[in-house]
């Protein structure tokens, strides 16, 4: 804890203690063009200098042909990014041949998720496969108009688990802190469709944060904070200093944990400045969302890498989706990357059945056969737990595929990853059960 950071001495009295930070500008929600010919026309700088967040190969394929005339330094910001998102049919068409089915998916939507992904993470887009998994993950269909039976807004019930806007409390220990309704990027599965992007539904700010800060003061049974949204590592680092040093000062929060899916699609902004920020507020533990072992990109793994050199304890979860990730080799491949740059495989999740989500969701079968797959056949730490997150609330349950085969009197037998039977002497005191 810091009590001599600026966002301490920020009076909560203050309308706008927040506001003061220029360079750190809130992200900005406009559908920015983001065709090459919009900027003006000025010697491109080269990318010569040593970068922080390196560029790939296939990124500066993308930026030479869409942004030709931007410099090293505008791509590598992360306001650039977030200003010139892509957002309209008109700007994804101009990049992406897309399928009758994207097109019409697009042009139909009016309400609901908005279509958000960042210039870099549409540089990771294959143009030629409409079922690549990054495409898919953020290039709407029609599928997302079909409401299948089951299927809910709010599949959780998290707005029932709320005593105050934007905060829910259904584990006596933990509380989720929504911060946010804006992403830089809108996976078209997102169990928080229903406030991501859509403003006028989602209204967060100091008032509504006083708030949840206000409950969790009063709550001495939380000693756990998830941050999250949205997309909290949008927010400028002043309004994120903020919110981790509010509740950090509060004596029965042991950890705060952030939820967040910027270093895959944005990792421009783990900038040095916000991590050296991040790592006053220790114990901090970052969860990012990863769904495909394209995410992997140099670009990723330096943001990983800084965050993790910071001290930050980092952990993965996943969306199992039918199609773009539910292989077990997918899966290996993914979880053996974020093993490498010190990021642990901690939750893969069953698809909630949020509004036409259909399309993506697998059966449960498939997802044991995942956890199947991957149990015994690779080092513990790269197999996460497979969980359900409960319809109506009932928080997360995990599952395992049947190890348990039977009890007999002298013990337990048990299978192993081979399908091997082995029997545990399940005794008390050295006495048969
Ligand atoms: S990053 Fe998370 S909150 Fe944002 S759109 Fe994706 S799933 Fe939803």
């Not at 869409?66 to 977030?82: K, L």
């Not at 994207?102 to 540089?123: D, K, M, N, Q, W």
């Not at 050296?276 to 943001?303: C, G, S, V």
């Not at 059945?353 to 080092?379: D, N, Y």
Request: glycine fraction near 6%; hydrophobic fraction near 35%.
């Amino acid at each position: 804890m810091n009590n001599n950071s600026p966002a301490m001495s920020a009076s909560l009295e203050d309308p706008d203690p927040l506001g003061s930070e220029v360079p750190e500008e809130p992200p900005s929600t406009s559908a920015a063009p983001a065709c090459s010919v919009l900027f003006p026309a000025r010697p491109a700088r080269r990318f010569s200098l040593p970068l922080r967040i390196p560029i790939s190969n296939r990124t500066r394929q993308f930026i030479n042909d869409f942004y030709p005339h931007i410099t090293q330094a505008e791509w590598s910001n992360w306001h650039w990014q977030i200003r010139n998102s892509i957002c309209t049919l008109d700007q994804i068409q101009r990049m992406l041949p897309l399928s009758e089915d994207e097109h019409e998916a697009i042009a139909r939507r009016s309400t609901g998720l908005p279509f958000r992904v960042t210039p870099y993470y549409a540089s990771l887009i294959d143009p030629s496969d409409p079922l690549q998994a990054i495409r898919r993950s953020v290039i709407p269909v029609t599928g997302e108009y079909l409401v299948s039976p089951g299927e809910a807004e709010d599949p959780l019930g998290e707005d029932n688990q709320s005593p105050v806007p934007g905060l829910v409390h259904r584990y006596p220990d933990r509380a989720l802190f929504l911060t946010t309704g804006f992403c830089s990027t809108n996976c078209r599965y997102c169990t928080r469709s229903r406030m991501v992007g859509d403003r006028h539904k989602f209204r967060s700010g100091i008032k509504q944060w006083q708030q949840a800060i206000a409950y969790i003061e009063s709550t001495p049974q939380i000693r756990d904070v998830l941050i999250s949204g949205g997309d909290p590592l949008t927010l400028p680092d002043s309004q994120l200093e903020f919110l981790l040093s509010s509740i950090r000062r509060i004596p029965h929060v042991e950890v705060i944990r952030i939820g967040t899916k910027v270093p895959a699609v944005l990792p421009q902004r783990i900038t040095t400045r916000l991590v050296r920020m991040l790592k006053k507020y220790h114990p901090l533990w970052i969860n990012i969302h990863f769904t495909h072992p394209d995410e992997l990109t140099p670009e990723t793994q330096a943001a990983c890498t800084q965050l993790a050199d910071a001290g930050i304890p980092l952990g993965s979860q996943t969306v199992l989706l039918k199609g773009l990730n539910d292989r077990v080799e997918t899966l290996k491949s993914l979880y053996h990357g974020l093993i490498k740059v010190r990021v642990r495989p901690y939750y893969l999740y069953q698809c909630d059945p949020i509004l036409g989500s259909a399309h993506f969701r697998t059966t449960v079968a498939k997802g044991l056969e995942m956890i199947e797959g991957l149990r015994g056949h690779t080092s513990g730490y790269a197999v996460p737990h497979y969980v359900i997150d409960a319809p109506g609330g009932g928080g997360k349950i995990p599952l395992l595929p049947d190890y348990f085969q039977c009890r007999q009197p002298d013990g337990i037998v048990l299978r192993n990853y081979e399908n091997r039977l082995f029997r545990y002497p399940d005794c008390e005191c050295g006495n048969p059960l």
